[in-house]
């Protein structure tokens, strides 16, 4: 499609051309339900093609229906820029250096126009331009590794991230930050919490719930608040850095394999599961909860295994599902399962059978659970036996997406099952803890007197 | 500003010299001359169920301190779509400030928290907007695009509001021509503001949401009086489709005034049209003020490229703590800063409206941009008395002072001082150029004060929640079903009525044309009659009582309907309406004993004409015939009402005195 008609087809398209208009042109529009006059702006090409899209001068667009169209006189030209305004992000001698990764997503984007949606824009000069107060915190460097949004992300990308987060270390770095979509973004943390180990620095992802373009964003706070944990943060683990509260206070830095994003929307979607966070941050403060987690060391002997197999599967059980599901896994050549069980870890007595073929045919089944808080019990019940005795191993209080991952990660490095069990049970970053804390479950009940009170003298 | 001496000197030379008259002396030729031009943009709530954009109720409140949880935010400027920042964003990222939103839940859920995004939009409210986009003569979109207008002040949590625009290019009559209407939009309501003080401001999110639509007229609008007029016609309009909302703060105004050589500028948020003639001429005559301001610069040969203010810390010792204003502040904590205003020698205490002086427009300007609650400077003029005067001198000295300067001493903490200082400057550098394009905020007095940067078209954005809605012709046609007459012809109805003119501004305002219509038609009422009843007697009825539950205008159709199947007068229903306005529930029945009705034919009481009139010749006070008349009346009004015509009674009575 010409540039010149971006976006315009059918239809609005015909009329285009039958007035040779284009796209930012200001045009004059003479309808049978009145004139117009104004900018003819790009088209979104997922909205219909009966209307065209006019910037009035007082700012507004409008569409104008093509069957009304008397007539189309174009009188000037005026292209939009779209631009944040790029300063050279200052260097400050003895401020930690920081290495800013972008994968895409919304932390950092602007308009587009193909979509009417949004899409990544990302460069240090650009986000000092937009959050100058990043230079009082550290020395940035940036580099854009994709530019996908985070359903996109994948084992290809998480391998490359790996890879550039080990060469970042060895060549010196203070501290990583990894700009992501949030929809995905606690995959690809466990993902890189099981390939980049014994990291010396933090490594920190982080994200925004609502686009930079808009003002009450949370983008620039969130990455005020991750670089300045990557900074100065003595916790050197693969986390997660959101909002805690809603409100603009402090984020919270989740350990990658327990967090879990809980809220289609809200900026506090993040939550640790079965466990409590590492800390808080607040502007340079960073307050540590738990005491048991891996320091910042100044050695470089960071271990990288980039490895994952793709053929590997993530199943929510639900009563009444049929054993051809497994049986398709299977035969599509699945070599690892993760099931998502009810309760303490089952499934219905008529999957059994699939189990078995599957257990036969050398295919790796893990047990998680779907109610994400607690562990696998299979000993509990007899159908957790009966299960255990199919070859489903339970992998205590792994969260299933996190399964998912360790299981890919596992399956890329060996064949030999009792290694894959060996891997998949030894926790290697909290993926799985020998004890939950009695505080480590908390979902609060709206509505109670004492949840009311506490909203009512706390920010949500 | 607290210690604002405006009764000096100067400020009533420069208001001489300015011109400013009473409102009440002012003419037609006043406004012409000043080279008046004034504009409306009217929002007026719609009476949904819902909200515009989620599904909480609308239009309920809550006690302002009566909150369920709290949130704070922050707001970042942002480009716009022609990646451009706004003047109005930037100003407003200056003042740093935390916003507070006390939410109740019945009244707010997550959207209004921007934490979800929009639901689709209320289509009762688009169907009622499309209503007003025909009486308007718009030209209708093929499409509504919802747009984001960015506000940074914290009034909505998402930092913009979601706004689109439903017709163009309209007009509506108003004395022989044409007033031209820009634009009709929908949009979302505000936050209403509890508090604002230093760095924290307080929104309640109960009216947040609540559909609006915003009509915007060319500043055609010559005099005060015609303002008021347009504004009301407008009024009127909306209310004639009855899917309007009514009461405190339903509709309300922004009220843009130029004079020539002036600027543009906006006062906000008037929700009294009565207010309009005095707020839009203080306004004229303030950027009268300026202009001058800006004639005096030049002749003194400044310029404005060149023009810089100095400014030095003022040490506790250099104050006299003995009195007021600065002594508190050095107790507060505060740094005191002296700033030297190169030639601005009787400047700040220039007259610029009815007690303030230039001088209020850098303490205005202060208070929003810096944060620094009022009273928050002194200026030359007031230094008597709370400064050390030999203190003073070494400071003007510091600040290399001449004899043409002026200077202003302001008190702020240390994190404000900077953007203080380039407030003061900005302030003054604008003079040169003389009205800087402002939004401000009406006070009760119909005065205005600062209260931002006049925004323009960078702060729209697209709103790339939501996807365009298609208005078909056929939407249209629905529309056109439902609209009401057009208020220019009701007005030509009410002169043919020959109902008193001093009525039509309360039938208009509440809309009661069609009913009148109906009454007059179905009952055979008298128009006068009638429009006396609601115009005078249910206005003062309103104004005076308080009614047990709602009072529902449809109440009088019935209340007519029962005069009229029993036969009675409709004199009485004066007397019934106080009573069934306070109580609607009662039963007509009851009303009439209440107000001691009692059948009576004619004859009954006409029977007791010839003893009072006996009476009255035995005890008479005056031999005026009239006044022994209106006795006999008096005394017989009670038993008359309903049962005969008050006119046949005096015709009667007279016959009766006469003979």
Known sequence: MLEMFKGYRGEALT?????????????????????????????????????????????????????????????????????????????????????????????????????????PAFSPGELYGAVPELADICNLETEKLFAVFSENMGP?????????????????????????????????????????????????????????????????????????????????????????????????????????????????????????????????????????????RNDRNVEIYPFFEEKVSLLYYYPNMHPDIIDSLVDNGYRGIIIAGTGLGHVNKPVYKALDRANKKNVAVYMTVQTLWGYTHMFVYETGRDIMNLGVIPAENMLPEVGYIKLGWTLGQTDDLKKVKEIMLTPICSEITEREPYNGYLILQGGIPEVEDFLKHFHK | MGVCKVNGENYTKTKKRVGYIHRNKAKTVTYSKLGFRCGLEIHQQLKTEKKLFCRCPAGFYQDRTDFDAEIVRHMRPTLSELGEYDGTALMEFKTRKNIFYWIKNSTACTYEIDDTPPFKLNREALETALEVALILKTSIVGELHITRKQYLDGSIPTGFQRTAIVGIDGSIPLRGKNIKIIQLSIEEDSCREVSDIGHKRIYTTDRLGIPLIETVTEPVLLTPDEAVEAGQYLRFLTRSTNKVRTGIGAARQDVNVSIKGGTRVEIKGVSKLRMI????????????????????????????????????????????????????????????????????????????????????????????????????????????????????EKARKTLGAGENDA????????????????????????????????????????????????????????????????????????????????????????????????????????????????????????????????????????????????????????????????????????????????????DFESVLITIKYIPATKEEILSNVSVLKEKFREIRYSKDPAAEVAWIMGHLRELALGNIRMKTLRKEIEEVCNA
Not at chain 1, 51 to 57: Q, W
Not at chain 1, 72 to 82: L, V
Not at chain 2, 429 to 443: I, Q, Y
Not at chain 2, 504 to 525: E, G, H, Q, V, W
């Open chain 1, 15 to 119: 009329v285009l051309k039958k007035f040779n208009i284009r796209v930012w042109s200001e045009t004059r529009v003479d309808t049978t339900r009145g004139n117009f006059k104004g900018i003819v702006l790009p088209r979104s090409e997922n909205d219909d093609d009966r209307h065209l899209v006019l910037k009035l001068a007082t700012g507004y667009n409008v569409g104008i229906a093509v069957n009304t169209i008397t007539n189309m006189k174009e009188f000037g030209y005026k292209k939009a820029n779209y631009k944040i305004p790029e300063k050279e992000f200052p260097m400050t001698k003895g401020k930690p250096n920081i290495k800013l990764f972008g994968t895409g997503g919304t932390i950092a984007s602007r308009l587009d126009y193909r979509t009417g949606a949004v899409i």
């Open chain 1, 156 to 296: 290809k990308q998480y391998k490359i991230l790996a890879n550039a987060i080990g060469d970042e270390i060895r060549r010196g770095i203070d501290g990583i930050v990894i700009g992501h979509g949030t929809d995905t973004m606690h995959h690809t943390a466990s993902a890189l919490a099981f390939m980049v180990q014994n990291s010396p620095v933090p490594i920190i992802m982080v994200g925004s719930q609502r686009s930079s373009d808009r003002p009450s964003s949370d983008a620039a706070l969130n990455l005020i608040h991750s670089c300045s944990a990557a900074a100065y943060s003595d916790i050197a683990e693969v986390m997660v850095c959101m909002f805690g509260p809603t409100s603009d206070e402090y984020a919270i830095l989740h350990p990658g394999t327990r967090v879990r994003k809980m809220h289609s929307s809200y900026r506090s979607t993040f939550r640790t599961i079965g466990d409590i966070p590492l800390a808080t941050v607040e502007k340079d403060n960073i307050k540590p909860l738990k005491k048991d987690y891996r320091k910042r």
């Open chain 2, 277 to 392: 003639p005095l707020l839009t001429h203080n306004e004229a005559f303030r950027q009268k003020a300026l202009l001058e301001i800006k004639k005096d610069l030049a002749l003194r040969g400044l310029k404005k490229s060149k023009w810089k203010a100095t400014s030095v810390r003022i040490s506790s010792k250099a104050v006299d703590l003995k009195t007021g204003f600065l002594k508190k502040s050095l107790e507060k904590g505060y740094l005191i800063i002296a700033v030297n205003l190169p030639g601005f020698k009787n400047i700040l205490s220039f007259f610029t409206q009815p007690g303030t002086t230039f001088a209020n427009e850098i303490s205005d300007r202060l208070k929003v941009i810096a944060c620094l609650d009022k009273p928050n400077m002194l200026y030359s003029e007031e230094f008597e008395g709370e400064l050390n005067m030999a203190d003073l």
């Open chain 2, 407 to 586: 200077q202003i001493i302001f008190r702020s903490h240390e994190d404000d001082m900077k953007t203080a200082l380039e407030t003061v400057e900005e302030r003054c550098v604008l003079a040169f150029d003389g009205v800087p394009p402002e939004t401000r905020k009406s006070l009760k007095n119909g005065t205005t004060v600062f209260e931002r940067v006049l925004p323009g078209p960078n702060r729209m954005y697209p709103d790339t929640d939501s996807a365009p809605i298609p208005i078909t012709e056929n939407m249209i046609d629905l529309a056109r079903d439902r609209m009401p007459e057009e208020i220019s012809s009701r007005f030509t109805q009410l002169k043919k009525w020959k109902i008193p003119e001093d009525t039509y501004t309360y039938i208009l305002k509440c809309n009661f044309c069609p009913l009148m219509t109906r009454i007059i038609s179905d009952f055979k009422a008298s128009p006068i009659f009638l429009g006396c009843l609601i115009g005078h007697h249910l206005r003062y009825i309103e104004g005076h009582f308080k009614p047990s539950s709602l009072f529902i205008p449809e109440k009088l159709y019935t209340l007519f309907k029962f005069i009229h199947q029993k036969k009675l007068g409709h004199e009485i229903i004066r007397e019934m309406l106080k009573v069934v306005y306070q109580y609607p529930n009662m």
